[in-house]
């Protein structure tokens, strides 16, 4: 049964941004983790006291005998300790307070940062023993940070004490601007709950932004495949009817092609010259904003026959835009082009024997490998001497 270990610093118990974020992430966790146990530790309800001279000693001295009780001031620590080694995943939610983290969270980790319980030392260096766990952090912070973030001294101290431990796996999603208007929070906050979705998301899932809801996601993916059973088809009517009557076609080797009689021509001639195996789209990230979204992503194509630049180029990166209509989801902006492939590296190979060089010569009008001096060429027609 996997564990979530979950650590609230915000002193608010009630309207904490931070807090609410961390619900969702929550939630999300649970929906991938059956059966998963959430631990809660509060740390504004119930406050992890700062070191004092007892527990100090207790950390520096000895270890008790085995059986024996612990000192009184490792009993928390130890508590503390176990409670994380028992998690999977550690979440760690906490605003930013004079430019660092609460020091209820500071005092929490200064319990568990222990030797030979979290850390340990080998050889001369520190080694982290908790290096199967992972974690997330959620902060936010009332101001924006500036350009070099200089004023934001927490996430680094997240990262380097959580890293101290061995866990070097720490996903952040970092929320500012949270007293601002409250349009900038929304969206603020609707970013944040897009990268935990993303978190989440199964290998190949977009990034989502925006009010996007489940049926809007399945109609947009379900205006993908039928474009792509269409090119594959060849069938152009197929095609334009998956479109606005103002839609936008912007593709290498065409000039802008503006509404859909005028794609309905450009795709009927495109089919009539060139035939799809296969045409298939990854997408990476689908942001809405009222009736419209915008969708980036990379496509790969086979042809069967055509051309392998341009439209028919087998990798390519696209975007396009969306647009809710009456009757739907409809495409408003088709826009692709190729992704440029380095070219082959070049060899210069010196052939002494004369032997190899008729060899050579006379391999020269077939475009196909061979050997010379067991070095495998292919031969592409140019040839000097």
Not at 17 to 45: C, H, K, M
Not at 60 to 75: D, H, K, R, T
Not at 252 to 269: F, K, M, N, Q, W
Request: aromatic residues 6%; neutral net charge.
């Amino acid at each position: 049964m996997k564990r979530l270990l979950r650590i609230d610093a915000s002193a608010r118990t009630q309207g904490s941004i931070s807090r609410s974020v961390a619900d969702y992430f929550q939630v999300r966790w649970t929906e991938s983790n059956p059966g998963g146990r959430v631990i809660v530790r509060d740390l504004a309800r119930y406050p992890v006291p700062h070191l004092d001279a007892v527990t100090i000693a207790a950390f520096l001295a000895p270890p008790p005998p085995s059986g024996g009780p612990p000192p009184e001031g490792l009993v928390l620590s130890d508590a503390l300790i176990d409670e994380l080694s028992s998690a999977d995943h550690v979440l760690i939610s906490s605003p930013l307070y004079n430019l660092t983290l609460p020091s209820t969270l500071k005092a929490y980790f200064d319990h568990v940062i222990r030797n030979d319980r979290t850390f340990a030392q080998i050889e001369g260096r520190y080694v982290g023993l908790l290096s199967s766990k992972s974690a997330s952090v959620v902060t936010t912070r009332g101001g924006v940070a500036s350009p070099a973030a200089e004023d934001e001294l927490q996430t680094r101290t997240l990262r380097a004490m959580l890293a101290f431990m061995g866990v070097t796996k720490v996903d952040v999603i970092s929320l500012d601007g949270m007293s601002g208007d409250e349009a900038s929070r929304s969206r603020r906050i609707a970013c944040a709950r897009a990268e935990i979705d993303h978190l989440f998301a199964s290998p190949g899932e977009p990034v989502c932004l925006g009010p996007l809801t489940e049926d809007d996601r399945r109609e947009i993916g379900g205006l993908r495949a039928a474009q792509a059973a269409a090119i594959q088809r060849g069938d152009a009517e197929a095609y334009a009817a998956l479109c606005t009557d103002d839609i936008q076609l912007l593709i290498p080797g065409h000039d802008v092609v503006s509404g859909r009689e005028r794609l309905l021509a450009c795709e009927a001639e495109l089919f009539r010259s060139a035939s799809f195996a296969s045409f298939r789209k990854t997408p990476e990230r689908i942001e809405r904003s009222g009736d419209l979204a915008v969708e980036v992503g990379r496509q790969e194509v086979a042809m069967r026959r055509g051309g392998t630049a341009g439209v028919f180029a087998a990798r390519q990166k696209y975007t396009h835009v969306f647009r809710r209509t009456a009757q739907g989801w409809r495409f408003a902006v088709l826009m692709s082009n190729a992704i440029e492939q380095p070219p082959p590296a070049r060899r210069r190979i010196v052939i002494a024997d004369p032997g190899e060089i008729a060899r050579f010569v006379a391999y020269l009008a077939r475009p196909e490998s061979i050997y010379i001096n067991g070095v495998s060429l292919t031969v592409d027609g140019a040839f000097s001497a």
